[in-house]
């Protein structure tokens, strides 16, 4: 399951891919094995896909832990040690390497010479520049033609990447926020946007926590609560304990609600984030009997 002690060997995801990242927003069903999606745990590499018919299980490690797992048919490959689980069309960030996005309408490179000078038979440069189509220009000279087209690469993942956070409002508050505050603690989100009324085109970014121990999921909570700029919607949030839940209806029949927390943020600019969790538990054999009201039909037995 989720474990959240492994951030020690986690290596930023460019240097481990080896080149720039570019962040879109893409259904689960649509995520490939070696993407980085979000965790409770933080950004994790995927290695292994489950696919059911309604939900898609993301499995993978921090990125710059072994990828390529050696193959034991005996089952003993090392399991991915997080795994986050999402409703096959829900759209969630995803992180994935610049080399496999095509042309980009309006950007094309141009790197360039820097100071050539002509000496008889030969040409001597001092480095090169780096530049595209749209306007962007590099700001250093580079020491080779390759340094220069990375630096272009580059500028294409950022142009991409600020396509996406157009794209959900709330995808670039928590972006931002998490660069403001480096230590706010992960979490599984996936977005989408409001269609209708005043706040229509914004975006909403919600991260179900029940993955986590619920001390766990209050402490996500209560680090969020204090991002600077988020105003609390306290209609919307609570924090029920166990005991005052009682029994609720699911569609693995009647169980008991230990604890169902919710968090509910507007952004300045019309975005929302929530965080939630509940917690649930099977009824005893008598409390499934005391349940059932009398003359109603019970329905199919989970
Ligand atoms: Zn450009």
């Known amino acids: 399951m989720t474990d959240t002690s492994c951030e020690q060997s986690t290596r930023p995801l460019d240097q481990v891919l080896g080149q720039p990242v570019v962040t879109i927003l893409t259904r689960a069903d649509e995520v490939e094995l070696g993407d980085a999606v979000d965790s409770p745990a933080g950004i994790i590499r995927v290695r292994e896909i489950v696919q059911r018919p309604q939900y898609w299980t993301l499995a993978g490690d921090p990125p710059g832990q072994a990828f390529h797992v050696a193959f034991h048919p005996k089952g003993e490959s090392p399991a991915p040690r997080t795994q986050v689980i999402h409703r096959r069309n829900s759209t969630i960030r995803v992180r994935r390497g610049v080399s496999h996005f095509g042309r980009l309408t309006g950007h ?58 157009a794209a ?29 009324g005043s706040r229509h085109g914004h975006g909403i970014a919600t991260a179900d926590l029940r993955d986590l121990p619920a001390d766990q ?51 300045e600019r019309g975005e929302r984030l929530i965080l939630q969790a509940a917690y649930e538990t099977d009824l005893t054999a008598e409390e499934v009997a005391a349940s059932k009201a009398p003359g109603l039909d019970s329905g199919p037995d989970w």
């Open 168 to 196: 959900n409002s709330a995808l670039l508050l928590i972006a931002t926020a998490e660069v403001v505050h480096p230590q706010l603690p992960p979490a599984p989100w996936y977005f989408t946007n409001i269609t209708s």
């Open 217 to 267: 999921a209050r402490a996500v909570l209560a680090a969020w609560r204090q991002v600077p700029g988020l105003t609390v919607d306290e209609a919307y949030s609570w924090d029920r304990d166990e005991g005052a839940g009682g029994i609720v209806h699911t569609l693995r029949g009647p169980r008991r609600r230990l604890a169902d927390m919710r968090l509910s943020l507007d952004g």
């Open 108 to 165: 094309s490179k141009h790197v360039t010479s820097h100071n050539p000078v002509k000496r008889g038979m030969y040409t001597l440069v001092d480095g090169y520049n780096s530049a595209c189509s749209c306007g962007w220009k590099s700001s250093t000279v580079h020491k080779s033609k390759h340094r220069a087209g990375e630096a272009w690469l580059g500028h294409k993942a950022g142009q991409l990447t600020e396509s996406t956070y």
